[in-house]
């Protein structure tokens, strides 16, 4: 089996890097991540630099916040780019702007390494559970080098196209379910200010044609007002950004997607960006009763 190193355990990488041990496969982490204590506890090995990590792996897996943190572990000093061998296979699975993955893409081709923008969703339900889905770009034969690991760590695996296409369709992900959210907490806002039991609004919702897996688990968490991150909205409103740009790279206008930033935005002017994105409610809620 491949030798994996893994760079980013957050929410999601942690999860996500727990299951390819349990699958089998040796695994390497950095020691100064926050959550190194628990992989190599469950088995992994532990480097101190990404470049000597990439040196002692035949792939190398990076889960990181947004294209700048992609671009110091891939291209910094004693980076990914410095010890990955000719051969190896390099899988981006963070969210970043589709213009630094084919950038990345190629700075790996000219180390003769294939690469795969390979973005998730499904949020820390999917990646704990292994039911993520994958959007992937790159190669056929890297896809298919990477389909293992991918069906260990999710259910639903696709390769979009070439390099840069499983960013651009995270994009779309993150428009849809981001105006999905703004959606079901204007409803239900709407729904709680009129007096209607939300419980059974959620369950008459749910067997009709509005239903969703986001009005299923946010609408739940809306009702609870659990708003614990699955996935944050800071990072949601970070992904909203790289959908905006790609829109006017491409002339397409994005109004919505707009509109749901702008809310986004407002939740974090009020210091609550460590909040789950479902609690765009919170915001809607607090402005109904002005």
């Known amino acids: 089996m491949e030798k994996i190193g893994f760079i980013g355990l957050g929410i999601m990488g942690k999860p996500m890097a727990l299951n390819l041990i349990k699958a089998g496969y040796s695994l390497a982490v950095l020691e100064s991540s926050g959550a190194a204590s628990i992989l190599t506890d469950a088995g992994a090995k532990s480097y101190t630099t990404a470049e000597e990590l990439a040196r002692d792996s035949d792939v190398v897996i990076t889960m990181l916040p947004d294209s700048p943190e992609v671009k110091e572990v891939v291209e910094g000093e004693q980076g990914v780019l410095v010890g990955i061998q000719p051969g190896s296979l390099f899988i981006d699975m963070s969210t970043i702007a589709p213009s630094t993955a084919k950038a990345v893409h190629q700075l790996m081709q000219d180390k003769r390494v294939e690469a795969l923008d390979a973005p998730v969703s499904g949020g820390q339900v999917g990646a704990e559970e292994g039911t993520v889905s994958f959007m992937v770009g790159g190669s056929e034969d890297a896809f298919e080098r990477a389909r293992p690991m991918f ?33 079901v907490a204007e409803a239900f806002t709407l729904a709680k200010k009129a007096g209607v039991d939300l419980e059974k609004v959620r369950a008459a919702l749910l067997d009709g044609f509005a239903q969703s897996r986001i009005l299923d688990l946010h609408g739940q968490r809306i009702i609870d007002q659990n708003f614990q991150p699955g996935f944050k909205v800071k990072l949601h409103r970070k992904d909203m950004n790289i959908a905006l740009q790609a829109g006017r790279e491409f002339s397409v206008p994005l109004h919505g997607s707009g509109l749901v930033a702008a809310q986004m935005d407002a939740v974090l002017a009020q210091g609550e960006g460590e909040l789950d994105h479902s609690a765009l409610a919170k915001l809607l809620e607090r402005l109904s009763t002005q």
């Open 151 to 183: 069906e260990v760590m999710g259910k639903n695996v696709v390769r979009i196209g070439e390099a840069g296409a499983g960013q651009t369709t995270k994009a779309c992900n993150q428009i849809i379910v981001g105006m999905t959210i703004q959606a």
